[in-house]
């Protein structure tokens, strides 16, 4: 299989869009068009796609939301610098002051992030956004906690209708993993307490310790790439065509270097629009 994208429909499309100037969420999530039927014409675009696409190709739509801000997320980084954080600091479970591993949890600032993405769903449901029929997460803390804080139910202020509250937990998206601790997971045991069934589905083989994270070793790059390929691959064998993952920025340019595009400096708490296409090569 091969992957590509369609760059028209977002601002974040553009090659020489510039995150920050952007946001983490811009008004309609970047969509270009902001007629009051634009949820509606988006999806008869993509319906289009679809449909006049030849065989082996097909189209979805992945809604990228990178967790909230966590401990070693402009905090822990920021007090020590990147190059001691890189060097010495990360390797640790934390300070005096701040933990942030194993599995690093939320600020209050990041809580806040994830709550801000979830009025930003709510203020485009009514303008007719497609609502994932499908999401995945990371399974590290903040990745979990930020898709409760955002899809989550909150008394009655529900973005999803109960039937689909549920989450598909997937290892290849994890962050970009070894040396820091931060991003070493946690037990399945201890995940399957804290995010019960039947809202959290841990895929098949989930193992119960971190069958990936190394004290010595960083992930290479490359093989961010193949994990985000194989993620493409088990959502492309569903047939929903909007998709949501929770995860990382790492993880979420290992998506965009499969799909051919540049890496995007998606901010804390952020969701990044971008439509994959899949095209399948004969043997």
Not at 26 to 42: A, C, I, Q, V
Not at 209 to 218: F, I, M
Not at 261 to 283: C, E, F, H, Q
Request: proline fraction near 8%.
């Amino acid at each position: 299989m091969s992957y590509s994208t369609v760059p028209i429909f977002f601002a974040q499309d553009d090659p020489n869009a510039d995150p920050s100037t952007i946001g983490a969420l811009p008004p309609r999530f970047g969509l270009l068009d902001d007629s009051e039927d634009r949820w509606k014409t988006f999806q008869s675009a993509i319906g289009c796609l679809n449909a006049e696409a030849p065989g082996g190709v097909s189209y979805k739509v992945c809604f990228l939301g990178r967790h909230g801000e966590g401990w070693p997320d402009n905090v822990a980084e920021a007090k020590y610098g990147t190059e001691a954080w890189d060097a010495y600091w990360s390797k640790l479970d934390g300070d005096s002051e701040i933990t942030w591993g194993p599995d690093a949890l939320l600020t209050p600032l990041g809580e806040t992030q994830a709550l801000q993405a979830r009025e930003a769903w709510k203020s485009e449901i009514p303008k007719g956004i497609p609502v994932p029929a499908k999401f995945y997460s990371s399974p590290l803390r903040r990745a979990l906690d930020t898709w409760k804080e955002t899809f989550g139910l909150r008394s009655n202020d529900a973005v999803l209708d109960k039937s689909k509250r549920t989450v598909l937990i997937l290892e290849n998206c994890r962050e970009q993993y070894g040396v820091h601790t931060c991003d070493r997971r946690s037990t399945l045991s201890s995940l399957v307490t804290i995010y019960p069934p039947p809202t959290y589905v841990f895929e098949e083989g989930f193992a119960e310790e971190d069958p990936l994270w190394q004290k010595d070793e960083r992930e290479p790059k490359p093989h961010i790439a193949e994990r985000a390929r194989a993620v493409l691959e088990v959502i492309f064998r569903e047939p929903d065509i909007y998709i949501s993952i929770t995860a990382h920025s790492g993880f979420f340019n290992g998506v965009l270097a499969v799909i051919g595009r540049s890496d995007y400096a998606l901010p804390t708490g952020g969701v990044l629009p971008v439509v994959v296409k899949r095209t399948a090569i004969p043997n």
